[in-house]
Nanobody, 123 residues
Framework: DVQLQASGGGLVQAGGYLRVSCVVS????????VGWFRQAPGKEREAVSCITQSNGRTYYADAVKGRFTISRGKSENSIYLQMSSLKPEDTAIYYC????????????????WGQGTEVTVSS
């Protein structure tokens, strides 16, 4: 079974930066996508950024383009989300997820989910 462990959340002031990390294990091959999603209180879980392992193709939601960067670590099982110019509306629990396939962005395409890490941006 694929397992994911997210970490790195915290409290940061508006305009600041934070990096969250995801360690993925139990997968085989490289035709998969790892995505970062977030869920704010009272809102639906939404895609933030995704990366395809085999070719590095990335996706960013419009709300985070130019502020967030997704990347792979030196070991292929680590995925990072560097967040800068943070805004109070970025406050949410951030989840990483694994989906079998390339270029995935829809929540329904991701079968395995980590436990989430909380990001709070104060104004």
């Amino acid at each position: 079974d694929v397992q994911l462990q997210a970490s790195g959340g915290g409290l940061v002031q508006a305009g600041g930066y934070l990096r969250v990390s995801c360690v993925v294990s139990g997968f085989t091959g490289d035709s998969y996508t790892v995505g970062w999603f977030r869920q704010a209180p009272g809102k639906e879980r939404e895609a933030v950024s995704c990366i395809t392992q085999s070719n590095g193709r990335t996706y960013y939601a419009d709300a985070v383009k130019g502020r967030f960067t997704i990347s792979r670590g030196k070991s292929e099982n680590s995925i990072y989300l560097q967040m800068s110019s943070l805004k109070p509306e970025d406050t949410a629990i951030y989840y990483c997820a694994h989906g079998n396939g390339r270029g995935l962005t829809a929540k329904a395409d991701f079968a395995s989910w980590g436990q989430g890490t909380e990001v709070t941006v104060s104004s």
